[in-house]
């Protein structure tokens, strides 16, 4: 009987060590996943200030190539063409002629519009991810921000908003925000190789000082590209009603 207790009383300590094993087994894998996640997020901010610095970068270059090109060489060139598209050999010159107009002061009249671009493709962005149309061609009234891609208000009144949305050989919804609110939504979806667009209108009164801009899905990001280049690109307008 009294080797019978040792017994169980052995088996017990074993048992013991063992939950305490495990539980420091536990513990260490929740710590790696809290530093694993910790990683993840610092990569993703790390991936988005990387693209900020090339959009920048981006609107550097074409600020450069317009100080000292002449006015050909405002159309902006791009090679990520998808494969079954096809590209006639005589340039693209419906950019060329409209982005030489320089950024107006607002009008006497009170005249607001704006109207960019984005010159090159977005690589699967992410939810919350804002959409930077970094050619302005048209921005009387100094609104837009080719750099942030957000337009504020320069003074109230009731806006027309339009944003067009190319993507390639995936699926993507956007939305046109007006500050923290949602006023309008597109998706679209384009696989197996296939591209196409889709665009979105919002009217809406805005307030001075306002800032209204287009981003990727808060909840949903899709996947694939949002493709640019000579045969279609993405593109952000807007303009005061009254």
């Excluded at 006023?183 to 805005?206: I, M, P």
Aim: with cysteine; aromatic share 8%; glycine share 8%.
């Amino acid at each position: 009987m009294l080797e019978l207790r040792e017994t169980v009383q052995k088996l017990d300590n074993v048992v013991q060590k063992q939950s305490a094993r495990i539980y420091n087994l536990e513990t260490t894998d929740t710590i790696q996943r809290t530093h694993i996640q910790s990683l993840m997020s610092d990569k993703k901010t790390d991936i988005e200030y990387r693209r900020k610095l090339e959009r920048r970068l981006k609107v550097i270059e074409n600020k450069c190539v317009r100080q000292h090109s002449g006015p050909n060489a405002y159309g902006v060139k791009h090679s990520d063409i998808s494969q079954h598209e096809h590209v006639d050999d005589q340039e693209n010159t419906d950019y060329k002629k409209t982005s030489t107009l320089q950024p107006d002061n607002m009008a006497s009249d009170g005249l607001v519009a704006f109207y960019s671009y984005m010159s090159h493709s977005e690589y699967n962005p992410s939810t919350h991810h804002t959409l930077i149309y970094d050619i302005s061609v048209t921005n009387v009234g100094s609104g837009y921000n080719q750099v942030t891609g957000i337009f504020t208000a320069p003074t109230s009144g009731v806006y027309v908003f339009i944003w067009v949305t190319r993507v390639y050989d995936g699926e993507h919804p956007t939305e046109l925000m007006i500050n923290n609110a949602v006023y309008g939504v597109t998706f679209l979806r384009a696989k197996g190789g296939d591209d196409g667009s889709v665009s979105g209108t919002v009217v809406a009164s805005v307030t001075k000082g306002d800032s209204v801009f287009v981003r990727i899905h808060s909840s949903y990001p899709g996947n694939g590209h949002i493709l640019s280049n000579d045969n279609g690109r993405p593109s952000f307008s807007g303009w005061l009603l009254r």
